[in-house]
């Protein structure tokens, strides 16, 4: 039989097969997918083959096999540095939740999250939620915000979960596709889940006034059928993103304006560091390229081992802080 993974909990994985019906399943053995040093094996979003198994009036499911993959969203394990955890699969489109306070969200997670989407291949859209609740100060840091991410190409949404404000525009985008919702414990994600599938009814959580950030309700990364013909996968809360696998003469590529302005760099192979007549470098100047992404782009370069300034830049679920 084939089927989706719809839950993971490290042992035990919710499949849904062709037919529609759900079934506990497992795994026997390793697997081992494209070189893929993982963690986990296998992924909410993975299509995959199983056989049913009956021990008394209980039927499970046993997954022999997991069918290639169309992408995948990654992070550095957190204790294993050396290994990967695979959060979801065969994503047609991510929301990224981004709050200006309350928890705070700032553009370097943002551009790691994008650099990361956009290796591999996932378009994302970004979501300035909880925007019934700023002030003036933090209004137009919004719209300075979409001024730089919209400049290259990105959608932003400006959305109150809580107000229902632009909730139609974020369902619009997902009819007929496989979506995920990421970002920061308490930016929203279960609230505006809630607002665009009522029925499901997510845990939420108040914000900690004491350090300004969230507490995760979500332990593991689940997906959902909804009724507007979409699935949403709703995502444990994360701290940080750390960039996986992408060599440093690539990275450039992965900020569209880098890659636009690249061509006129006098070197081929330029890093855009101390080289001359970089073009990228010029267009700081010109204040074509955003300095907070130059930033960000850098912070990637120069790697996170052995800095106390990256050492929080890495994927990990929150501790009910």
């Known amino acids: 039989m084939t089927g989706i993974v719809?839950?993971?909990?490290?042992?035990?994985?919710?499949?849904?097969?062709?037919?529609?019906?759900?079934?506990?399943?497992?795994?026997?053995?390793?697997?081992?997918?494209?070189?893929?040093?993982s963690t986990n094996p296998i992924a909410v979003g993975d299509k995959v083959i199983f056989d049913l198994e009956k021990k008394g009036d209980e039927e499970t499911g046993v997954i022999k096999k997991i069918l290639d993959r169309d992408n995948f969203i990654v992070r550095k394990s957190v204790n294993l540095s050396k290994q990967t955890h695979i959060i979801a699969a065969n994503?047609?489109?991510?929301?990224?939740?981004?709050?200006?306070d309350n928890p705070p969200t700032f553009t370097t997670f943002i551009d790691r999250f994008l650099v990361s989407t956009r290796a591999y291949r996932i378009d994302t859209v970004l979501v300035f939620n909880k925007i019934d609740s700023y002030e003036i100060e933090q209004r137009a840091e919004v719209l300075y915000l979409?001024?730089?991410?919209?400049?290259?190409?990105?959608?932003?949404?400006?959305?109150?979960?809580?107000?229902?404000?632009?909730?139609?525009k974020i369902k619009e985008m997902m009819v007929g596709k496989s979506s995920m919702f990421v970002g920061h414990s308490g930016v929203g994600k279960s609230t505006l889940v809630n607002a665009v599938e009522p029925t499901l009814d997510l845990k939420t959580k108040e914000i900690s006034d004491q350090h300004k950030q969230g507490q995760h309700t979500t332990t593991f990364a689940e997906m959902f059928d909804l009724s507007f013909d979409a699935r949403i996968i709703d995502t444990p809360g994360i701290k940080g993103f750390?960039?996986?696998?992408?060599?440093?003469?690539?990275?450039g590529d992965y900020f569209p304006e880098f890659f636009e302005m690249k061509q006129h760099c006098k070197f081929n192979n330029c890093l855009h560091l101390k080289e001359p007549k970089c073009a990228v470098k010029e267009g700081l100047e010109t204040e074509e390229i955003s300095w907070s992404r130059y930033k960000s782009y850098l912070q990637i370069l120069e790697g996170e081992e052995g800095s106390e300034h990256y050492r929080t830049d890495i994927w990990n679920e929150d501790d009910n802080e």
């Open 146 to 168: 979409k001024d730089i991410y919209e400049a290259i190409g990105y959608t932003c949404i400006e959305v109150s979960a809580t107000q229902n404000k632009n909730v139609d």
């Open 91 to 100: 994503l047609d489109l991510v929301f990224l939740l981004i709050t200006i």
């Open 242 to 251: 750390g960039i996986v696998d992408i060599d440093k003469y690539e990275l």
């Open 6 to 37: 719809y839950k993971s909990t490290g042992s035990w994985y919710q499949v849904k097969s062709d037919e529609g019906v759900f079934y506990q399943c497992r795994i026997k053995g390793k697997f081992r997918i494209k070189g893929i040093k």
